[in-house]
């Protein structure tokens, strides 16, 4: 979904194992991972790339194949649920950022770059 201030993933139908969140598309920037964008989706690892400022709620919600997630800092905000049902991945990320606030409050592993 694309509005002024940017484009919001809303989801997700491929198979690939890894999958990139670019900074943008067409020049325009991606700002946030919508609700339940990738529900239930099969890849094992994401990496977002820097400028995304949000993730949604339960955004990740039954990945149940996830093992690893990098999130930089420019994401400001990851609502409640967003790994909801997610076991044993760990979140990459830069220390004392939003992502490592967030893995630490809700007892996830996090791998510091």
């Known amino acids: 979904t694309v509005s002024s201030q940017g484009i919001t993933i809303t ?3 491929g198979t690939d ?12 920037n991606i700002i946030s991972i919508g609700r339940e964008a990738f529900k239930g ?8 790339q820097d ?3 949000k993730i949604d709620w339960f955004a990740f919600s ?3 194949n996830l093992e690893d997630v990098t999130i930089p800092a420019s994401v400001k905000k990851i609502e409640y649920g967003a790994f ?6 760990e979140i990459h990320c830069d220390s004392n950022s939003y992502a ?11 791998e510091i770059n």
């Open 62 to 64: 039954d990945c149940l």
């Open 41 to 48: 989706a099969t890849f094992e690892e994401i990496v977002i």
């Open 100 to 110: 490592h606030k967030y893995a630490k409050s809700y007892g996830y592993k996090a």
């Open 17 to 28: 194992k890894k999958l990139t969140i670019p900074k943008s598309i067409d020049g325009v």
């Open 11 to 13: 989801g997700y139908k």
């Open 84 to 89: 909801n049902g997610v076991k044993d991945f």
């Open 51 to 53: 400028g995304l400022e």
